[in-house]
């Protein structure tokens, strides 16, 4: 990139939204994962669609890089700007444009932090169900096809996007989608965009679908000995169709260390978290009394039930403060987070694989899961710079990729592909691999829009 | 085609499984619609993948038409050969290929119909939701993204597909999705070929997911003098976020249809069935009061609550065999139907104008809907060979779409857009139909596969 382009660039936007400076170009350079930084050499905070349309027709027609940046919360690199060029951070274009209440649905700018919306959502009832909590924008998230704890009941961000506004790279604004609730018109090419980590085009307005907020909960936590128990007590809630609206397993390890941080009175052990949401308070008898039956089946030794407000806020806040907590308690290590989904069947089986491999490492692990969808997020501290210990952790999650993949479960269940995972692309995509490079191809021929991830 | 595709490509088959006889291609040269009939040259019945792959390998080689069949019952003339060549009938590749119960997964081969699944289904407690009525084949319903009465509440075809085997344009074979339940792995090629209508390539086998049955259901009907008072029920029962299972309108003048037709004890009037699927009879007893608040503020003259389980039956019955019954009544007419989708604050709005923009024509005509959706069908009957009634008709389906487009609608809501809809595509999608049309040369270059279809 030429000093000329860095001006001309620099220019489409005001002074103060556009950046060279050492420090800026810092902290555009890696996400929150292990991947080595690689810094931009220009950031601009778009604030309209034109500006984003002329920043990338002038780039597409100079061959400069473009990366979308939302909150850099990503955990697989997938927004660090690899080959350098254009970082758009589109912090500054948040708004809130069109709220449907009547609809349920919204109209929002790529920026938006998605907790900032459902706080707006709050007092009407409202809510936007996918959770992948950090501090996520709504534009990163459906470049990832975020999902989290709600995903079990409520689906990941793709279930959520009804219509979507996207700059092309060569500078051209597209609509896509309809905002009817179903629609057999035309290609979906809507839902080719969500998870395309901005290798496509780039989200600058997106109208999501919203969802009632139940107006009752109920949350329960079991403990068990086994990991294996509790992944046999997963399988037993979602065989049994019980629907709840979060499932998620905390091992051994996961549990000292929450209880260590925060203080939650809770029980040791491999720990099972259960919450249903539902229209009334006989409703959530029933399915409780079912989901005690079946937790006490798969050997539950402890149980915890009618947990209240309170203190599900508490264990909701500690789940999604884990990995923070994790690296703060190993100041000179880095980490790496696996991030397989299988079948549910396969769970249990997944779950002690992973137990099982990390049992005998001489680093830290943590073993935690969205475990309703047999999502598993397996945390490797690995000292910074021991070369050594991160080729073992690298065949520690190239294993557990290998064998979900092996069950026909997928490499990555939603921290996208990014820089991580795009070795393992082939072997999970085969055939179809070529025809999605094709797609990359047809819609960025010169392949400015996050070059080098998604494929090798 | 020459005579010697014919031969060549009969060949690749058993010889009871090929047939150029009049009859056969008659047969295969309409589906349900008002649409004109088109012949092809050859039908083939394939049982292998390799039958299929081999026999488009050939005809792209040659250039000719390749169109997929499932049970012909579509609504937009969609499987019509326009073009002549190759039609594929998938009738009997139509194999339960493996049963993952424990999943909530099935692999099919495209020929299933789905009551046939569901049937299988029943005695484990699982069903396949989508339900278009007529006895679709999955093939058929994946190609369209079917939906029907249950789509309100369990979504579209689109939500329950998590893999396919897709035969291209070429020949090559691909496998695109996986069988976790969530995955954020490159781009999603599975949902651009849903609803494709076979014209990016050919779905040979699907993994679907599928529902647990909840155990109890409750079913009530109301009675609505004007059917403004009917759908702005309908949008206070969805706005209070009370997840009916079904949620249908039937105009007047479809009342007296089936009440003459069946002997069903009904109240006359507008009417609005409502079903709610649920967990247990407190959750049902709950959401029922909660309705019939909604359906007596907006005015319901009559209610009938507790439906029993035979009635259900017979009203939704009624329902799916209500198109036969309005052809039946009219031996001399054709129909047409629309099936636009609007957002659910604008589906009153609409119910009105597509009732008084009939109510003057000299023509039978018939409103009804899947209203929770905001699926509006108005069925219109035309006089054979009367070209003036049918160019009124042609301009009542016209306004109708043109009104959805302009609330931000869908010109088709689950028929797909076939032959009779294409001509919307450019006012309902402008600036991303053109990437449509990269997409579809991307993946059929010789453009072979059902042609004429989606685009002018």
């Excluded at 949401?277 to 937790?295: M, R």
């Excluded at 990390?358 to 997020?377: D, E, K, M, Q, R």
Aim: charged residues 25%; glycine residues 10%; proline residues 5%.
């Amino acid at each position: 990139m030429k000093r000329r382009d860095i001006e001309i660039l620099s220019g489409f936007v005001e002074p103060q939204r556009a950046s060279w400076g050492e420090s800026v170009l810092d902290l555009h350079s890696k996400d929150q994962s292990h991947h080595g930084p690689h810094r931009p050499e220009l950031v601009i905070w778009p604030l309209y669609v034109h500006e984003v349309s002329r920043i990338l027709a002038y780039c597409n027609e100079h061959e400069i890089p473009v990366t979308a940046w939302g909150s850099g919360s990503s955990l697989e690199g997938n927004p660090v700007p690899v080959m350098g060029g254009v970082v758009l951070n589109f912090t500054q274009m948040n708004r809130i444009l069109t709220l449907r209440a009547n609809d349920f649905q919204v109209d929002v700018e790529p920026g938006l932090i998605y907790q900032d919306l459902n706080e707006r959502l709050r007092p009407l009832g409202l809510f936007f169900p996918p959770d992948p909590g950090a501090r996520a924008t709504i534009g990163g998230m459906i470049g990832n096809n975020a999902s989290g704890t709600r995903t079990v009941k409520y689906g990941s961000t793709k279930d959520y996007v009804l219509r979507l506004k996207v700059v092309l790279a060569n500078g051209e604004v597209i609509s896509i989608g309809s905002r009817a609730s179903k629609s057999s018109s035309g290609y979906d090419l809507l839902h080719l965009f969500v998870g395309s980590e901005g290798t496509l085009g780039i989200i600058v307005e997106a109208t999501l679908k919203l969802v009632g907020m139940p107006p009752d909960s109920s949350a329960m936590l079991a403990s068990f000995r086994e990991i294996r128990s509790a992944g046999e007590a997963v399988f037993g809630i979602m065989r049994a169709g019980l629907e709840p609206a979060a499932l998620e397993v905390l091992s051994t390890e996961c549990v000292e260390l929450i209880k260590k941080e925060t203080g939650l009175q809770i029980e040791s052990g491999n720990l099972l978290f259960v919450e249903f949401l539902g229209p009334g308070k006989s409703y959530l008898w029933e399915v409780t009394s079912l989901c005690e039956d079946i937790l006490r089946e798969n050997g539950a030794v402890y149980l915890e039930k009618g947990i209240g407000r309170d203190k599900r806020d508490q264990i909701f806040r500690a789940r999604h403060q884990l990995g923070e907590m994790i690296i703060r308690n190993h100041p000179n290590r880095g980490f790496l987070t696996t991030d397989v989904a299988v079948p549910i069947s396969h769970f249990p089986e997944l779950l002690v694989y992973a137990r099982e491999l990390t049992a005998g490492v001489n680093f830290p692990a943590y073993v935690f899961s969205h475990a309703g969808n047999g999502n598993i997020h397996v945390v490797l501290m690995g000292k910074k710079e021991d070369r050594e210990e991160w080729a073992k952790i690298g065949m520690v999650n190239d294993s557990i990729v290998k064998k979900a993949l092996e069950v026909e479960g997928t490499s990555t269940g939603e921290h996208g592909v990014g820089i991580g995972k795009s070795k393992f692309m082939e072997l999970e995509h085969k055939s179809s691999l070529p025809w999605m490079k094709r797609v990359k191809e047809l819609f960025d021929p010169k392949g400015i829009l996050n070059p080098k991830k998604i494929f090798l």
